[in-house]
T-cell receptor, first 109, second 114 residues
Framework: DAKTTQPNSMESNEEEPVHLPCNHSTISGTDYIHWYRQLPSQGPEYVIHGLTSNVNNRMASLAIAEDRKSSTLILHRATLRDAAVYYCTTTYNFNKFYFGSGTKLNVKP | KAGVTQTPRYLIKTRGQQVTLSCSPISGHRSVSWYQQTPGQGLQFLFEYFSETQRNKGNFPGRFSGRQFSNSRSEMNVSTLELGDSALYLC?????????????FGQGTRLTVV
């Protein structure tokens, strides 16, 4: 499983886009890239995942670099409810994730 | 569809005791994994079960064990509790082997060892 590196914290204004970067330079060709977020006193919540192509869902978009060594989670319009710790992780074929320290996102009104 | 249910939500135990935590996955999910979360170490993978078989194990001592039943419900056990075992224990279920499927986490069990 690839080690992931994320900035410790980021700040955004409400209703503006947020780009959360993640470096996973040791990722193998078959590893999926997952993003989860965790609000205080709650378990992590699935955000999005992908393998090679960019992915979109109702919550966010995932942009994956061509060499797959990095990815960016994009929240198109941040709301106060998006304030959380965001984790980027990779996994091959198992419900097994190694989480780094994540990025704490602060959203300012 | 009910989410992942973990019981109990809170637990206080004394050093040296043992504890059993329970996780009921989403109906139909066959994979259950367990994590320990502490302020110092963050979220750490404990083990993963699929169809009653442990497929993966994290770097934890043998005092930490688990099992999965035929109905996919899972339990984890910690024996000879230490103060450092105080943590939030989370379980996650998914409907496939993993990788290309999302994991759903429970609210966790907050264990305090005194």
């Amino acid at each position: 499983d690839a080690k992931t590196t994320q900035p410790n914290s980021m700040e955004s204004n409400e209703e503006e886009p947020v780009h959360l970067p993640c470096n996973h330079s040791t990722i193998s060709g078959t590893d999926y890239i997952h993003w989860y977020r965790q609000l205080p006193s709650q378990g992590p919540e699935y955000v999005i995942h992908g393998l090679t192509s960019n992915v979109n869902n109702r919550m966010a978009s995932l942009a994956i670099a061509e060499d797959r060594k990095s990815s960016t989670l994009i929240l198109h319009r941040a709301t106060l409810r998006d304030a959380a710790v965001y984790y980027c992780t990779t996994t091959y074929n198992f419900n097994k994730f190694y989480f780094g320290s994540g990025t704490k996102l602060n959203v300012k009104p | 569809k009910a989410g992942v249910t973990q019981t109990p939500r809170y637990l206080i135990k004394t050093r040296g005791q043992q504890v059993t935590l329970s996780c009921s996955p989403i109906s139909g999910h066959r994979s259950v994994s367990w994590y320990q979360q502490t302020p110092g170490q963050g979220l750490q993978f404990l083990f993963e079960y699929f169809s009653e078989t442990q497929r993966n194990k994290g770097n934890f001592p043998g005092r930490f064990s688990g099992r999965q039943f035929s109905n996919s419900r899972s339990e984890m056990n910690v024996s000879t509790l230490e103060l450092g075992d105080s943590a939030l224990y989370l379980c996650a279920s998914s409907d496939g082997p993993g990788g290309n499927t999302e994991a759903f986490f429970g609210q966790g069990t907050r264990l305090t060892v005194v």
